[in-house]
């Protein structure tokens, strides 16, 4: 029988690429990383791992053991969910959120949790939805909250279990007063947008080119507030989500796009934690105060 601690050290080398960034996520030195893949071949009897450079490759038979791992781990996490369903284990549901879910649903959520299961421990960390995805499922977070544009899709990863919690409406934000009606008017001005490679910013630069004309990015910044306060103060135009106004009035100027594009939001959890009672709490607070958000207040159009 394999150690399930080696095994999970095999899965994110796998995932992960380097033994050192395998001893960052678990917080361990690479040496003892690399000890315990050490002991891990010596138990298997086969090299898993080869020279490759300066770094190290899984081989033929590493890969088939990160399979088996895979296998292992989802089924260690299954049973604990089956006990913790007879006796709450009282582990904690560790979350990953983007920001405009801290300002817009999680004050609303956690309130939801604290009446209806006051011994949950919840721990939330800020994460772009690439990020949190991709560490559910190496495991560093047992849930993340996502988005993704309208014809776009985030890249579904096996084993993980996507649930919808909504649609939210993405709107031209201007200055207040601006009389701008349309994409079109803004082919001369200077726009904010999220940083290159982000989802929301290929979905962005696309309806401008759709409006006919190349964005003007003179701000490239991952904070939505930011965005908000720069284009209120007249610095630029953009793009935002009615989720991060969580039903206070805009200082900016919000008007209706054609045919009403909005963002999907999700939850994503690993299919083998599904049964923990801790949760389907959490995925059916994060849902009602997503149902409960109201519209941003003294919204224009």
């Known amino acids: 029988m394999f150690d399930l601690r080696r095994l999970r050290m095999l899965h994110e080398l796998a995932l992960r690429g380097t033994i050192g960034a395998v001893a960052d996520a678990l917080s361990y030195s690479p040496s003892t990383i690399s000890q315990q893949l050490s002991q891990l071949e010596k138990e298997a009897g086969v090299p898993l791992l080869a020279p490759d450079g300066r770094r190290v490759r899984l081989t033929e038979h590493g890969e088939l053991l990160v399979a088996h791992a895979a296998d292992a781990l989802a089924r260690d996490e299954e049973v604990r969910g089956a006990l913790d369903a007879l006796q709450p284990s009282g582990a904690p549901v560790r979350m990953a959120v983007m920001q405009t879910v801290v300002h817009g ?170 049964s923990r009672a801790a949760i389907r709490a959490v995925r059916d607070a994060l849902r009602d105060a997503f149902d409960a958000a109201p519209a941003p207040a003294g919204q224009s159009s």
């Open 105 to 274: 649903i999680l004050p609303v959520a956690l309130s939801l949790l604290t009446a209806r299961e006051p011994k949950l421990r919840i721990e939330v960390s800020e994460a772009p939805p690439e990020e949190g995805l991709f560490e559910v499922s190496a495991r560093r977070f047992d849930l993340a909250v996502a988005e993704q544009y309208p014809g776009q899709s985030r890249e579904h990863r096996p084993g993980l279990e996507r649930a919808t919690l909504g649609r939210d409406p993405i709107r031209l934000a201007l200055p207040p007063g601006d009389d701008a009606r349309g994409l079109a008017d803004l082919r001369e001005r200077p726009w904010i947008l999220e940083p290159a490679g982000t989802a929301a910013r290929q979905w962005a630069v696309q309806q401008c080119r759709a409006a006919g004309f190349e964005p003007d990015v003179r701000f490239e910044v991952a904070d939505l507030m930011a965005h908000a306060e720069l284009i209120a103060a007249g610095h630029a135009v953009g793009l935002l989500p009615d989720l991060m106004w969580a039903g206070s009035a805009p200082r900016v100027r919000l008007v209706d796009l054609p045919d009403a594009p909005a963002r999907e939001v999700f939850t994503v959890v690993r299919r083998s934690s599904t």
